[in-house]
């Protein structure tokens, strides 16, 4: 394989250049340029976003003062007022790009759709309509549990237009997710599908929805849009079909005009303990990050077909399938299925039948088409691509060699991005026709971002040496808080070093001032480029009645960059047996949803633990890898209980 003579090659020592071609037409094309703004964007730094934001976003009325930034808390863009969609739609119609793609979808079974910007206005004027004569009013809380079809845009779309905070549940989780999020924003809607293809089969969308609703005391109207065509059951007067309530909708609506505060939407996440995180995003700054990263990160032109593989459930796809593109007036791809579906070609595929120039997916991915092997990438031609890009977890250098080899044909810049659902959008990453790339590095900072490494101690490392990752100044697409939990926002962000954003990642700058993200250094796990707590799935296993005690770690993976481990004591009266572990196994994926579901599960007589009962995870991660137990376990209280979790593997 090629990638082997790659791995012996130090990393360091590959530097990749834009060729003249890309630098050329560029959005942003000489390094002087990204100097000279990025400059003004870390000094002057109010000056730098009130230029951008008058020229990406169409405002309503003026905003008069550009930041206040009351640490942690930031308000961006005060006294001005907008409409989120009418910024990804209205301004578009009566100018060139009225009769343009918006989203050009491809469903699993093959069926194509598109739908242009006046088409999608329409039908989220629609939505919109229909959603306010369900009584949805700006400020209420709405849930999207959709596959990725052009209605799910549509629906957030229609929130956005009202002002009604949308909060997106990944498709693949299970309805004890859905219930804990429906309960902790108080949706008052939820919007589903029958179902959605994934992998030749139906996901039972509005089965897992029916299973959450029966404590869900928010929850008035039930919106389903027929997918599948599968049986479900509705419920008298909670229940309505998306194309009923559409088909009665007038397709004129006047948006109003938001503050720039106004919350847009809620995204759950993972974090250290077993309550999912819900991450608030607010509209003016949220779309100034997305729309100018898009164009200044993708290079997006008129003429781009651009493809974003992140589901609609996940912040890349908020803001790089959603309000980024659609922001700018860029043609969206849009696939709702798996990659291997009927061929592990299906991407390549798509690329070469609807002539994709940019596309962004995740190392997960890229490693998995590794693993399928060339001879799926090679039968198509893949010679519309011009820019890739990376996201979602370190990329390894072979998979970026492979990426850049293979897809990109050596003649496309990657961007490798680093940010997370917390900064929603991107924050570290090479402009394209700019920077020149190391495999594996993210490379420099997005205007306006200073990322900071520091030790233990709070007190900056030397150049080379790991440590801490933080962010320094406050930056318009930032979170503004956790829904319905201020606490926990200062504690989880701004405590570790007080006025330092804290990312809960692992860093390093190189001699170049490259940044190299290594990866969480919290108890979150990276597993296939989504964030696990991995204290959620502790606490999955211990509301199972066979279990007393559960303790879950990361062990490297190949494939996933890290792999689900749990170790479980069982109640006194419990046989462990392999019916036991998969039943265990299965629970967990039934509390979360599948991609939470431990890849192993070992039973153990005990666990590992310090004398003050705290479980020792250093030592588990050391086992579930395979290797020896290093370092200091003088802490441990009985020696014996590691012996014995080796020999049982
Ligand atoms: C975490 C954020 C942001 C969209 C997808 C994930 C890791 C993300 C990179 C990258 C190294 C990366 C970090 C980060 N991560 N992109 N290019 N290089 N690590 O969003 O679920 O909020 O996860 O993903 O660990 O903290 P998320």
Redesign the pocket.
């Known amino acids: 394989m090629t990638n082997q003579t790659i791995t012996s090659v130090s990393r360091e020592s590959r530097l990749f250049k834009p060729s003249a071609e890309f630098k050329a037409q560029a959005n942003l094309g000489s390094e002087a340029a990204y100097k000279k703004l990025y400059a003004e964007s870390v000094n002057s730094p109010e000056r730098f976003w009130e230029r951008q934001a008058k020229q990406f976003l169409t405002w309503r009325k003026p905003f008069t003062q550009v930041l206040q930034w009351k640490p942690p808390h930031a308000k961006w863009f005060g006294g001005g007022t907008l409409n989120v969609a009418e910024n990804c739609l209205d301004r578009h119609l009566g100018t060139a790009r009225e009769n343009k793609a918006a989203i050009i979808f491809e469903g699993e079974p093959g069926d194509i759709r598109t739908l242009t910007y006046k088409q999608l206005h329409r039908e989220v004027c629609k939505c919109a309509n229909a959603l306010e004569l369900l009584g949805l009013r700006k400020g209420d809380r709405a849930a999207i549990y959709m596959p990725m079809v052009p209605e799910a845009a549509v629906a957030m779309l229609a929130c956005a237009r009202l002002g009604v905070v949308h909060t997106v549940i990944f498709g693949g989780f299970s309805s004890e997710a859905i219930k804990d999020r429906i309960n902790d924003c108080g949706a008052r809607v939820v919007i589903t599908a029958d179902g959605g293809w994934r992998r030749g089969k139906i996901v039972e969308l509005k089965d897992s929805v029916d299973r959450a609703l029966g404590a869900t005391p928010s929850v008035e109207h039930v919106v389903v849009l027929k997918r599948t065509g599968n049986a479900v059951t509705m419920k008298e007067g909670r229940d309505l079909w998306w194309d009923d309530l559409m088909a009665a909708a007038p397709a004129v609506h006047k948006a109003r005009a938001h503050a720039s505060e106004q919350p847009l939407f809620i995204l759950y996440?993972?974090g250290s303990t077993g309550k999912p995180k819900g991450?608030l995003h607010t509209s003016a700054g949220y779309l100034l990050g997305a729309a100018m990263t898009t164009h200044y990160v993708f290079d997006i032109k008129e003429t781009d077909i651009y493809w974003c593989t992140?589901d609609i459930g996940?912040?890349?796809g908020h803001?790089y399938v959603v309000y980024g593109p659609l922001s700018v007036g860029a043609t969206v791809l849009m696939y709702e299925g798996a990659p291997n579906q009927p061929e592990p070609d299906r991407f390549w595929e798509i690329i070469d039948r609807h002539g994709v120039t940019v596309f962004y997916t995740?190392?997960t991915a890229i490693r998995a088409f590794m693993r399928w092997g060339d001879e799926f990438v090679t039968r198509h031609s893949l010679a519309s691509l011009r820019l890739l890009g990376?996201?979602?977890?370190?990329?390894n250098p072979e998979a970026w060699m492979w990426y850049h080899k293979m897809i990109g044909k050596k003649r496309c810049p990657i961007v490798?991005?680093?940010?997370?659902?917390?900064?929603g959008a991107?924050m570290?990453?090479p402009l394209p026709g700019i920077t020149p790339t190391k495999p594996g590095s993210?490379t420099r900072p997005f205007f306006g971002v200073v990322p900071k490494i520091l030790d233990e101690n709070g007190k900056p490392v030397s150049r080379g040496s790991g440590g801490k990752?933080f962010l320094t100044q406050p930056w318009p697409s930032m979170l503004r808080t956790l829904w319905g939990d201020d606490a926990r926002f200062k504690e989880q962000y701004w405590s570790e070093v007080p006025g330092l954003y804290f990312?809960?990642?692992g860093a390093r700058f190189d001699e170049d001032g490259y940044l190299w993200?290594?990866?969480?250094i919290d108890d979150?796990l990276?597993v296939s480029?989504?964030?696990i707590g991995t204290a959620e799935v502790e606490s999955a296993l211990v509301s199972h009645p066979s279990v007393a005690e559960a303790a879950a770690v990361g062990r490297p993976d190949e494939l996933k960059g890290q792999a689900l481990v749990c170790f479980v004591t069982l109640k006194g009266d419990q046989r462990a047996s392999d019916e036991l572990k998969e039943a265990l196994r299965a629970h967990v994926a039934r509390e979360i949803g599948a991609i939470a579901r431990p890849d192993s599960l070992r039973f153990a007589a005990a666990l590992p633990k310090t004398r003050s009962g705290k479980i020792m995870r250093r030592i588990l991660k050391e086992i579930a890898a395979g290797g020896d137990v290093k370092g200091d376990i003088t802490t441990l209280e009985d020696f014996n209980v590691v012996a014995s979790l080796q020999a049982e593997e």
């Open positions: 996440t993972s991450v992140a996940w912040i890349t803001s995740a190392p990376s996201v979602g977890e370190p990329i490798d991005t680093w940010w997370q659902t917390e900064t991107i570290v990453t993210c990752l990312a809960g990642d993200v290594v990866g969480r979150v990276n480029g989504h964030r």
